[in-house]
């Protein structure tokens, strides 16, 4: 599954690629070296975020779901108490 950015969002993280190597690396990039380096970023490192982001939901969402029994149970034939 390719992850598809939207215009802006990629416009602004080829803006902060640039920002980056010119402040860190001394070295400046223009539009065409800083989407190759987005995309490189994007097709290699990605879809490991992507994956461990897809983990961490899956596991938050189990924690709410085992929560379940206990905030949303109701005792069952309580009328008669012993």
């Keep these: 599954m390719a992850i598809k950015l939207d215009k ?12 980056y190597c010119a402040d860190q690396l001394d ?4 539009d065409l070296k800083a989407r190759l380096l987005l995309d490189f970023c994007l ?9 461990q982001a897809i983990l961490d939901a899956q596991a938050a969402m189990q924690d709410r ?18």
Excluded: H, M
């Design 8 to 19: 802006d969002v990629e416009q602004r993280l080829i803006g902060s690629i640039q920002r």
């Design 27 to 30: 070295e400046e990039l223009g």
């Design 43 to 51: 097709r290699e490192i990605g879809p490991s975020v992507y994956n």
């Design 65 to 82: 779901i085992a929560e379940l029994q206990t905030e949303c149970y109701e005792t069952e034939f309580s009328y008669w108490k012993k």
